[in-house]
């Protein structure tokens, strides 16, 4: 079973900078098969929250995007149409999730309720 998509939106987006990023953390650690994995679990204040994790391996219950971001499909339902983007500011750099399902969130950016 061939579980790699191309990005969609039903699926999930990913900005230039992201799948950039993810390129330059396989490099520097010297693991040409890592990815980011991200995860949705219920806590954090408002109701969801987002896990990262790096990972190389892919599951029979995971999505592949571009080679380089991987989601079990429970998560994906709660993160269809999101676009994942890396971002740099006053606070530092991190993977960001826009989240088109979210109806609130908290002000980390890491929770968010549906």
Do not use: H
Request: aromatic letters at 8%.
């Amino acid at each position: 079973m061939d579980n790699t998509e191309k990005t969609k939106p039903a699926g999930l987006l990913l900005s230039k900078r992201a799948i950039e990023r993810i390129a330059e953390i396989r490099k520097q650690r010297s693991e040409p098969t890592l990815m980011l994995r991200i995860t949705v679990e219920g806590g954090g204040c408002s109701g969801f929250q987002y896990k990262l994790d790096w990972d190389d391996k892919i599951q029979d219950e995971d999505r592949c995007f571009e080679e380089c971001v991987v989601i079990d499909t429970m998560s994906l339902s709660y993160l269809a149409g999101s676009t994942v983007d890396f971002v740099s500011g006053m606070m530092g750099e991190d993977f960001k999730i826009l989240n088109p399902n979210a109806v609130s969130s908290c002000g980390c950016g890491t929770s968010f309720s549906v």
